[in-house]
């Protein structure tokens, strides 16, 4: 049974930084895909960043390439997103997803939401 949870959501002011990280319970085949999205009040959820698991590949939605960083402790079974000079249209819950086909992480943008089938219950980010 897979189960990822999220934490280290918060409040920042702009140009703040943030730290989350999910609980990859469950998982015990190297070979997926997992990833963060983000959904605002009113907006479709999207693809923020992805890794493949027990690899090194990373890819990023345009709108934070240089500012997040996704990364993976494969012994401490958690994936992590480093959030740097935040801005308010970071504005979103953030949810930890994975999917259980490393190829999805081959897939060119848009992210699907339907290519994940494990997903955490997410976290507020609120960048004032």
């Known amino acids: 049974q897979v189960q990822l949870v999220e934490s280290g959501g918060g409040s920042v002011q702009a140009g703040g930084s943030l730290r989350l990280s999910c609980q990859l319970a469950?998982?015990?085949?190297?070979?997926?895909?997992a990833g963060w999205f983000r959904q605002a009040p009113g907006k479709e959820r999207e693809g923020v960043a992805r890794i493949l698991l027990g690899g090194s590949a990373t890819s990023y939605d345009d709108s934070v390439k240089g500012r997040f960083t996704i990364s993976q402790d494969n012994a401490k079974k958690t994936m992590s997103l480093q959030m740097e000079s935040l801005k308010p249209e970071d504005t979103a819950m953030y949810y930890c997803?994975?999917?259980?086909?490393?190829?999805?992480?081959?897939?060119?943008?848009?992210?699907?939401?339907?290519?994940?089938?494990?997903w955490g219950e997410g976290t507020q980010v609120t960048v004032s």
């Open positions: 469950g998982v015990t085949n190297a070979n997926m895909c």
């Open positions: 997803a994975a999917s259980r086909y490393a190829w999805v992480c081959a897939l060119s943008p848009p992210w699907r939401v339907d290519d994940y089938q494990y």
